[in-house]
């Protein structure tokens, strides 16, 4: 079993839908949870991070965590087009200078 | 917000030459950077972690003689691919963090080709 597990999709939904992309890991050290956005040929950038369990939001972004599940879930609403790329959970068991573990990665395509 | 430069952004070189890759914190001091390589359609896979002044900490099966991965300053990590080959053109991607910095901050990647 990998330690982080991520659909890889691809995810195909209509301009305006509600997204829902996830990832299971199996290593309750984990503690730190981030998600990355990835454009095509560009280096990730870091859209929500999140300690422990909970929720977060961030304008039309959602992060949850359910560590009693070892589930962690972003949602993005009024998905708009611009929003198409492949989608990174990323998480670790300290703060600081731990590296990231990654999932494989969802292509999200939203189309108009 | 934190902001990691990434030079180039593309290079081509010749079987059997040494490319540089630079990586640059902007606005705070990197205490610790990572080096990924990632594949067309795949995950980042990591390959080493620098902390600034020790040496690098390589993942198993990273050559590092061919790798040779430098972080001199708190500012600036350099990964060298020495005598490369067509195998070793791939997508680099440094990352770098220091405590109370949330998350970690990535360049806009390298697309090294060898021919």
């Known amino acids: 079993q990998k330690e982080v597990e991520q659909d890889p999709g691809p995810l195909s939904v209509p301009e305006g839908a509600i997204v829902s992309l996830n990832c299971t890991y199996s290593n309750s050290a984990f503690q730190y949870f981030m998600w990355y956005r990835q454009y095509s040929r560009k280096g990730p950038e870091l859209l929500m991070y999140?300690?422990?369990?909970g929720n977060k939001e961030d304008g039309r972004f959602t992060a949850q965590v359910d560590k009693s599940s070892k589930y962690i879930s972003l949602f993005i609403r009024d998905s708009q087009p611009s929003d198409s790329a492949t989608y990174l959970c990323?998480?670790?068991?300290?703060?600081?200078?731990?590296?990231?573990?990654f999932g494989k990665g969802t292509k999200l395509t939203v189309n108009p | 917000g934190a902001v990691v430069s990434q030079h180039p952004s593309w290079v081509i070189c010749k079987s059997g030459t040494s490319v540089k890759i630079e990586c640059r914190s902007l606005?705070?001091?990197?205490?610790?950077m990572f080096w990924y390589r990632q594949f067309p359609k795949q995950s980042l896979m990591l390959m080493a972690t620098?902390?600034?002044?020790?040496?690098?900490?390589?993942e198993q099966g990273v050559e590092k003689d061919k790798f040779l991965i430098n972080h001199a300053s708190l500012t600036l990590s350099t990964l060298t691919v020495t005598s490369a080959h067509p195998e070793d053109s791939s997508f680099y991607i440094c990352s770098a963090t220091t405590p109370g910095l949330y998350g970690y901050t990535f360049g806009s990647g390298t697309r090294l080709t060898v021919v």
């Open positions: 990323a998480m670790s068991g300290g703060g600081g200078s731990e590296k990231l573990v």
């Open positions: 606005d705070f001091q990197a205490t610790t």
């Open positions: 620098s902390n600034e002044g020790s040496k690098a900490t390589y």
């Open positions: 999140t300690y422990s369990s």
